[in-house]
């Protein structure tokens, strides 16, 4: 984007993007330290529970809801070509890792603190891009959640999962590995159209939820 085409875009003469600013770059950061203190500001009017690992769980929803919401304001926060850190992105860190803390004092960590909480906003953060910038290759907002739990169980211990969701991975699994051996089967049982409509069974058991 060009300086004429932002002044143009807010009415003003360039000399005053320059005056208060300094050049585009100036302007950049500005915009991203205000979007990085609207997505903090929820971060910190958050009220704790009682239990950690529920805080965790909204602490990292929130944080791809606000992707969703703010696409383009999200890529300017992690994007490669900004010069310098904002401070913003320490606080963040910073108040991850208070909820961390309040795990490991429990004793619920399986990994040291400083690691689990680079684990968790890399892969918050990885996930809020894929979806936001590759939504053909990601149209479905619901894997948040699935990498959301993937990552919770590497970095804790004993999370409780409902029998319902375990039952659920347990046909998944079973219905994938079918999936993955329909085209070898060796004589053909079925006919094309059977092995079609079997695969479509098989594929939507696959991806189903708990409750489909």
């Given at each position: ?53 529920s805080d965790l769980r909204a602490g990292w929803d929130s944080h791809t809801a606000f992707a ?77 959640v699935l990498v959301r739990d993937a990552v919770y169980r590497a970095i804790l211990l004993d ?54």
């Open positions: 984007m060009s300086t004429r085409a932002i002044c143009e875009a807010a009415g003003v003469q360039q000399p005053v993007l320059y005056r208060l600013f300094g050049d585009k770059d100036g302007l950049l950061a500005a915009t991203i330290d205000h979007v990085w203190d609207q997505y903090l500001a929820g971060k910190r009017a958050a009220q704790k529970s009682k239990d950690p690992l969703l919401a703010n696409p383009n304001a999200y890529k300017l926060m992690f994007s490669p070509a900004l010069r310098s850190e904002p401070e913003a992105a320490a606080e963040a860190m910073r108040l991850l890792r208070e909820v961390l803390e309040r795990l490991a004092v429990q004793g619920r960590l399986r990994v040291p603190l400083a690691e689990a909480a680079r684990m968790v906003m890399a892969a918050n953060t990885g996930v809020a891009l894929a979806l936001i910038s590759r939504p053909s290759l990601y149209p479905d907002v619901h894997l948040s999370i409780p999962e409902p029998e319902d969701i375990r039952e659920n991975d347990v046909r998944k699994a079973a219905a994938t590995t079918l999936l993955s051996s329909l085209d070898e089967l060796t004589p053909e049982p079925f006919t094309a159209a059977e092995s079609a409509l079997l695969g479509q069974w098989l594929t939507q058991i696959a991806q189903s939820g708990p409750a489909d």
